[in-house]
């Protein structure tokens, strides 16, 4: 989704995974205009996608949970182990019970993933609180059939935190794993509850949708660049 108006060649930043143009209103908006968006300072094929400028969007609006099973209230069932046999459903989460991540000497850096059904290239809006236990470290991932793109590293605390952020998707079953970063035999553990995986319906007023058609049938972008990632850019250039 590209948000506000823009000039050729214009530098926009990327805000919380939605590209937002530094003027606006959007007066390019529903005219069905080809654009080029490349990764500021390229103008390689690969750095670059294209599409065709659609609507301005009304407000903000998620679809359902795509996540089988993401508040862990009973099992990790639908929620593969990697790096751990250690997966449990324990009390003390957020809501109800949470999923306790314990490295037990099989793996270093171990983290659970679960995949959503997810179409391509439309934007999903993702959140998941996090809890330190005896590791505090955590990484996430919005490991994607193109890209395996790091959406949150830090710190946890001794109390619950909120995160979430906007990440597109690039085929029909993307997975986000939750990972604590521990050395193999530390034997820590970390707290991840109610995770979620939404698609974006309708962008925020201050986007516009982009369209693979110039006829504006299809969201999604017309061609997509080897090495053009929006989940992992911060600033691009657009030219029509």
Not at 29 to 51: H, K, P, Q, Y
Not at 89 to 112: F, K, L, M, Q
Not at 190 to 205: C, G, L, M
């Amino acid at each position: 989704r590209l948000g506000g108006g823009f000039g050729a060649g214009e530098i926009i930043t990327l805000d919380n995974l939605v590209l937002k143009a530094v003027t606006s209103p959007a007066i390019y908006a529903d005219t069905g205009a080809f654009v080029r968006v490349c990764a500021s300072g390229s103008t390689l094929a690969t750095d670059c996608a294209t599409g065709y400028i659609g609507e301005v969007g009304t407000g903000l609006a998620v679809g359902a949970e795509l996540l089988p099973n993401p508040s862990f209230d009973a099992d990790t069932t639908g929620w593969n182990e990697v790096n751990t046999s250690t997966v449990d459903s324990v009390a003390g989460g957020v809501s109800n019970n949470a999923v306790r991540i314990t490295e037990d000497n099989t793996g270093s850096n171990p983290y659970v993933s679960d995949s959503a059904i997810t179409v391509s290239n439309k934007q999903y809006k993702q959140s998941v609180w996090i809890k330190q236990g005896t590791e505090s470290t955590y990484l996430v991932k919005f490991n994607t059939a193109i890209y395996s793109d790091v959406i949150l590293t830090g710190e946890s605390t001794a109390t619950w935190v909120h995160y979430e952020w906007y990440a597109v998707a690039y085929a029909t079953n993307e997975a986000l794993n939750l990972q604590q970063m521990a050395a193999q035999g530390s034997a820590t553990t970390i707290f991840f509850d109610e995770a979620s995986f939404k698609e974006v319906t309708e962008p925020n007023p201050n986007s516009v949708m982009i369209y693979k058609e110039g006829h504006l049938g299809t969201e999604g972008w017309l061609t997509i660049g080897a090495t053009f990632d929006p989940n992992d850019i911060s600033t691009f250039t657009i030219s029509q």
